[in-house]
């Protein structure tokens, strides 16, 4: 079907149709910008109805930066035995959770490298000890990656380690290491991570758990518009999988570009790239609007301000996007490439939402709406006019 009739449709439906690969890769080959955002608004007011946007008040914690894996695009890892090696004491876990329960957060998300170092009962302690002084933060933990190289030092499967975390107060998983699930493009960045089903059966495992998780994408290694539907559809399948079983399955689904900045990316590569590398504002945007309007069964899509600035997080409000994500406190993995926000109060996100047209609510892990106070109450009153006012985007 040609782009203008797929685009039609979308707009002239009052209910969410499915959208095909074929149709989807030649929207994202053939559609202009403008009118690929202005379907995916649409879309996004039918899974999301209001002019509403959340956010979640949480804290990145990266607790160790060992790691086997040696992606290509990862400045934050170092090797073991690397001079740059750390990793964290519980202390001080516990202090960064501490900070988090003082502006009234209520999730971690914590993950780092794989570092065989650490056994199995670093983690179960450490989860256990945190879900009895912290009982009101959401604890998700460990992405897939992480928890495959738990299982390999444990000589468990994934699905134990997975359970007796669960057991000793994991609340989910971060939805990081999916980058691209496609084998020809993972095999080039990250080859020891392995097949891309790797990821997705990890996560339909904590899935089947009850464990909370969310989808994530990185794009700009290269990789062709039909690869990137391939990733996406690789999720709406699993996601259909999973909800025709009455669970969850994702929450929610983040893109970005891959962050090169001060990446040895090339280096590491010898040269050997067949990618013309990175993605930029208009292609996120574009990447953002597609997802929307691909996955019809994953109900939220958020915008990535660490990665993409305030400003371009602000458009993507407009091109499907629900979500402003979070305010993170700190990030030390993909900042470690480049990026140079990451970090958030609540004021900042409330404010980027409301110069957005939309209307901020606070959030948990799960997408329950929380008590939402009132962090605007000292901004300037133009600050929180509608995008018909003259409101400046940053
Ligand atoms: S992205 Fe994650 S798994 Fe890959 S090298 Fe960096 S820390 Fe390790």
Redesign the pocket.
């Known amino acids: 079907m040609a782009w203008t009739s797929i685009l039609h449709r979308v707009l002239s439906s009052n209910e969410i149709f499915r959208l095909s690969v074929a149709d989807c890769i030649e929207l994202y080959n053939e559609a202009p910008l403008h009118q690929l955002m202005e379907a995916a608004h649409h879309r996004r007011l039918q899974h999301n109805p209001n002019n509403e946007v959340t956010y979640l008040v949480d804290r990145n914690i990266n607790y160790t ?1 060992v ?5 290509q ?5 170092r090797p073991p035995g690397h001079e740059e090696t750390y990793t964290q004491s519980y202390e001080e876990i516990h202090s960064r959770i501490e900070e988090l329960e003082a502006i009234g957060g209520s999730r971690i998300l914590m ?4 570092n065989p170092s650490l056994d199995f009962d670093w983690y179960l302690n450490l989860i256990t000890e945190l879900r009895a002084e912290h009982p009101t933060i959401d604890l998700d933990c460990f ?1 897939p ?2 928890i495959e190289g738990i299982a390999e030092v444990t000589e468990l499967t994934t699905q134990e380690v997975l359970s007796q975390l669960k057991d000793a107060g994991m609340h989910g998983l971060p939805g ?2 999916a ?1 691209m699930l496609v084998e020809t493009v993972r095999k080039d960045v ?1 080859p ?2 392995g097949h891309p089903d790797n990821w997705l059966r990890v996560m339909k495992e904590a899935q089947l758990l009850g464990l909370t998780t969310s989808a994530t994408n990185v794009i700009g290694f290269g990789e062709t518009n039909s690869d990137r539907v391939q990733h996406l559809h690789r999720i709406r399948e699993q996601q259909d999988e999973i909800l025709s079983k009455g669970l969850i399955g994702f929450t929610s689904f983040i893109a970005w570009p891959v962050q090169l900045e001060t990446n040895t990316f090339g280096k590491r590569n010898k040269g050997q790239n067949r990618f013309e590398r990175g993605a930029g504002s208009t292609e996120y945007l574009r990447h953002v609007a597609i997802s929307r309007l691909f996955l019809d069964n994953v109900p939220h899509i958020q915008a990535s301000w660490p990665t993409m600035g305030m400003g371009i997080a602000q458009m993507a409000l407009l091109a499907g996007a629900d979500d402003a994500g979070s305010t993170m406190m700190e990030e030390n ?1 993909v900042s470690a490439s480049g990026t140079t926000k990451f970090s958030a109060t609540e004021y900042e996100l409330q404010l980027s939402i409301r110069r957005s047209g939309f209307v901020p609510f606070r959030r948990d892990s799960d997408y329950n709406r929380l008590e939402t106070p009132s962090a605007l109450d000292d901004a300037p009153e133009a600050a929180c006019q509608p995008p018909s006012q003259t409101v400046e985007l940053v």
Request: proline share 0%; aromatic share 12%; glycine share 16%.
């Open positions: 930066n790691c086997t894996i040696n992606c695009f990862c400045s934050f890892y993950q780092g490298g794989v992405s990656i992480e990081g290491g980058e990250s020891k991570k993995v």
